[in-house]
């Protein structure tokens, strides 16, 4: 509410109400009108929501889009007129082999969504690079599930989420192999982007410490380290979660943190034995003398 001149009457302060009307609160009396210039497309799903409604909105393309309910009829009971409509309607929407496919692309990923438990972002992310890759003409001859495996894979390596791939495998009850053959020929391909593995490195050793609650003097040492594998070239063939699990052990090792390799190795969803073989690697490059 604003405040806008006096009262005639009783001289009482004018109110201006969100409605647009000048009111005395004192008396009643009503001195003027200003209409809203805002749009009166109002969504009343919500009490105190006060957002426009817009146009309609497919969840399944992610758009705008026309919108003909079931009824087939309107106030005139023109029931052919509106099933011919809809029909024209959801033709011109999906007229194309490939906008078919991301039609039933779209509807499968959003079964995936409710049942794999994937955040929001990270399904936005994987329709993305599915679109990209299926107007590239890359989906011949590969199946949609396993595609769309991959492009959830690549979604979380794109948001720095980090994700084993065996156990996603094993929750999408699909073969790991697949999904890692799709992310890298979809990678090759350029339909998903080739991020710097240094900044994930580093973004995993800092969940892993605050996982296990270690020292910020355990990261330090674990980016200087990190720096030398680096230029010593020995992160080629390498995961970036298996590198920041064998660092933090060298550093566990070095300041005496007092956790164990099984300990280390569960915390960071790797194996024991890539653990100590890339351990050993790196202490015999920065000649280091600790026993692994």
Known sequence: MTISGLCNDCKTELVTADNGESVCPKCGMVY?????KDPHWKDFGEPKESTTSGSPFD????????????SY????????KWSRLKRIDSIKKINTSVERNIFKANIQLLRMKEILEIPQPIVDTAMGIYKKAARGKYLHGKTIYGTL?????????????????????????????IIGKYYSSMKENGFIDRNDVKDRVLLLISKIVAKNNLTGEAETL????????????????????SIACAILYIVNVCLSLGITQRELAYSCGVSE????????????????????
């Open 273 to 292: 034995v890539s653990l100590r073989i890339n351990a050993n690697k790196f202490k015999e490059a920065m000649n280091i003398n600790i026993y692994v």
């Open 73 to 80: 009829s309107d106030g005139f009971r023109k029931t052919k």
């Open 59 to 70: 969840p399944i393309s992610r758009g705008s889009t026309t919108e003909i309910g079931f």
């Open 149 to 177: 495996c991959a492009c959830i894979y690549a979604g979380y390596m794109q948001h720095g989420i980090p994700i084993n791939l065996r156990a996603f495998a094993n929750k999408a009850s699909i073969d790991k192999t």
């Open 32 to 36: 003027g009108f200003s209409p809203s």
């Open 222 to 241: 674990s980016m200087k380290i990190y720096d030398i594998i680096k230029v010593r070239k020995l992160l080629v063939g390498k995961s970036p979660i």
